[in-house]
């Protein structure tokens, strides 16, 4: 008989297991049960929900000995079928607290993200740094692998708890994070807040989600653990794997055909003085029924969303008159450059759909800075190096109208606009006011106004006069001609603006 020497291994294999155990089971069964009755999904098991089923491959299991995982599970998985790289700090195991150990594996994380160039998805829920005698001067920071990560791989975060400090930082880094009711997201927990300032506040009232909605520091709240998660799925299906791959095309089917839109002339009143709810625009221009909306909550009077058009993924920013009459302000135009930088970054075409009466004047936009996040929408525009296609539907006036890419010889690849759209410097009404212009001229101005878009088209202000009709069509006609362009491998894109 062969010589076999599988006996010499149980011992072996058997203290591995046991050591498995331990990690695998987190902070024990009565945390855990703590944990669940909360409604809240344990570190593993969101991972286990978020993956495709049997794809995960954890690294790093015994690293922290004792402390189960060293409380940050981390490994890599697929996501409809595509690699993606992700770490679930483990709130049960030391309240998710980050040690040497623990940042090492953080590291490891973002580094292997950018080695394999794919996307990286972190799910919060710890305390920040754990208080021990370790020394963390030269401990390499997960933050700064994070960051060499920026704009080159996707990266997705979710708050599912109170996330403090250190960790807490991941987020606002992340192109996208999104938070479930539980979390909370603060630079310190409501005891630090207290001992060092002497104010008692709750974590909910501190960073919870209406806090980091408000402040743009989180960009979606969900209902739980699994729709936040299943948001994570819907965002990245939008993205490529990497800034050096072009975003994946969906299967064609019937909603990616061409078709005309003649729902468009009910939905948009020729008259300015009637709103409408932009989001029923993308209703019906782009594949139904398939738009994200990125952060909604947080400068409404733009609305961010990814779509697909005739199958290709697209970004949209349009105006929305709903709100403030489509007027930008400093939120609205912060978010939007967040969302062109992104979306430039993995080579997702830009989609502009144009209704405003400019920004948003008055005492209280300019002490918002309504200039200077109106001069970083700007900048993150022009500086794009995507696709860029643009209607103005009714409106553009003045510096709104060029940071939504109304403005000639800026490498757009088609610019649409409906007759009898409204352009120049401002409208007539506040022209004629400002020039304290008599009755007649005010008509003059109107009239003026009215004609201002065939007056651009005389002079090509713009491709193309277009029926309101005509609007998915010629935008899909444009995108696959734009989408030939790309007759080179893609690269990561260099950025030589500085940021206002």
Known sequence: MPVTYADSWTETLGDLEKRRHVSWGMGGPERLEKHHAKGKLDARARIDYLLDPGTFQEFGTLV????????????TGEIDGRPVLVGAEDF??????????????????????????TPMIILLEGAGFRPTGDHYGRTPTDLLAQARCSGKIPMV??????????????????????????GAIFTAGPPVVKQSTGEEISKEDLG??????ASGVVHNVTD????????????????????????PSRRPDDSCEPRETPELLDIISRDNKYVYDARDVLDVVFDRPDWFEVQPEFGPAIICALA??????VAVVANQPLVLAGSIDADAADKAAHFITVADSFHLPLIFLTDNPGMLPGSGSEQGGVLRSGARMFAAQTAATTLKLHVTLRKAFGFGSMVMSLLGFDDQIATFAYPGATMGAMGAAAMGQATKAGEDFATVLREMELAASYSSAEHMGFDEMIDPRETRNVLLTALRRGLYSRQAAPEPVCRTTITP
Do not use: Q
């Open 64 to 75: 922290g000995g004792d402390i189960a995982a060293d409380a940050i599970v981390t490994g």
């Open 92 to 117: 049960t195991t030391v309240a998710g607290t980050i040690a040497p150990g623990s940042n090492s594996k953080r590291y490891r994380l973002a580094e292997l993200a950018l080695r394999t160039k």
């Open 157 to 182: 975060s979710a708050v599912l708890g109170p996330s403090a400090g250190h960790g807490a930082l991941v987020s606002p880094v992340c192109d996208f994070s999104v938070m479930s009711p539980h």
């Open 208 to 213: 919870g989600p209406d806090i980091a909605l």
């Open 224 to 247: 739980d653990d699994e729709t936040a998660l299943d948001a994570i799925r819907r965002y990245l299906s939008y993205f490529p794997s990497s800034a050096w791959s072009y975003p």
């Open 308 to 313: 697909h058009l005739g199958g290709h993924p």
